[in-house]
């Protein structure tokens, strides 16, 4: 069954809201386990209690908030996942496991809703940091993890020097390498998780590339925080990102997250 959802300006703040307690709620429940026990998933990447203690807070808090909305969750998704009709929440529960292992203070925990293939509501928490930022059409906010503190949030035009790209950490990709060498002057720093696209809609970074795998729950809900501020997340060549490919498997092939739309578009051009 579709189901259409015409969120109006105070509706989506309310939502945003709930879904900004329940990401605080599972940092909490991320911090609480000093000493994650760690094993390794059929594709590799490492899993912990931490991110399942953190899936299991998310899934009950968002069922109860909205029952009949579907939810796709890293840790839940498998290959039978259907593709979802209506509107849904796409979660990571722990975004930069790797970090989280190595005692690194940046990974996140991301919600995000999706409205006709749109992430329309995000909100991307960074336990270690205390931070939390949020965005819905409109608005972008910065906020303590408490959620004391909340100023909206922009991204900056691109620096005609001094421009600052990030990258990941434990996944540099030759792909992204070689664009920024196309960037003269381009300044590059490493950051975990979806930090980085909340720091490009901040205003403290312009470019975020990523040329290489991810899959949506990775993306969808800083794509929303980067997009409320003012800013874009779209595949090398510009196109939009089709959120729900549950044939296949979520993956996005590769994205660059900008804060200037028009350094966007020349990016994508080139
Ligand atoms: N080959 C690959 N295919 C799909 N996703 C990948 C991948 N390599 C890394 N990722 C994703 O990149 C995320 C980490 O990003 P970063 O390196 O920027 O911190 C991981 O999130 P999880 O930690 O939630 O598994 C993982 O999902
Ligand atoms: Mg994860």
């Avoid at 899936?55 to 979802?84: D, K, Y």
């Avoid at 209506?86 to 979660?91: E, L, Q, S, Y």
């Avoid at 089709?242 to 296949?248: E, H, I, K, T």
Wanted: negative net charge.
């Amino acid at each position: 069954m579709s189901m259409s959802l015409n969120l109006n300006d105070a509706e989506a703040a309310r939502l945003l809201e709930a879904m900004t307690t329940i990401a605080a709620q599972a940092s909490a429940a991320i911090l609480a386990i000093a000493a994650p026990k760690t094993r390794t998933k059929a594709d590799a990447s490492p899993v912990t209690e931490a991110d399942e203690a953190a899936e299991a807070v998310i899934v009950q808090g968002l069922r109860a908030i909205s029952p009949s909305i579907a939810i796709v969750s890293e840790e839940s998704a498998t290959a039978e996942t259907p593709a979802p009709t209506g509107p849904f929440f796409m979660v990571d529960p722990l975004d930069g496991t790797r970090e989280f292992i190595a005692g690194r203070n940046e990974y996140t925990v991301n919600i995000s809703l999706i409205v006709d293939g749109e992430p329309t509501l995000g909100v991307v928490t960074a336990p270690a940091l205390g931070l939390a930022w949020r965005g819905r059409p409109g608005r972008a906010e910065r906020l303590s993890l408490d959620g004391s503190n909340a100023a909206e949030i922009r991204v900056r035009s691109w620096p005609a020097a001094g421009a600052m790209a990030l990258v990941s950490r434990s996944h540099l990709d030759p792909a992204s390498v070689a664009l920024l060498e196309r960037l003269p002057g381009i300044a590059q720093t490493e950051c975990g998780s979806a930090v980085k696209f909340c720091r490009v809609a901040e205003g403290a970074a312009d470019l975020y590339p990523r040329l290489a795998p991810t899959r949506e729950w990775d993306v969808a809900a800083g794509h929303a925080v980067l997009k409320a501020a003012g800013g874009c997340v779209v595949r090398p060549d510009g196109s939009r990102i089709p959120y729900g490919d549950a044939a296949g498997g979520f993956l996005i092939p590769s994205f660059v997250a900008v804060g200037d739309l028009a350094a966007a578009a020349n990016l994508c051009a080139a």
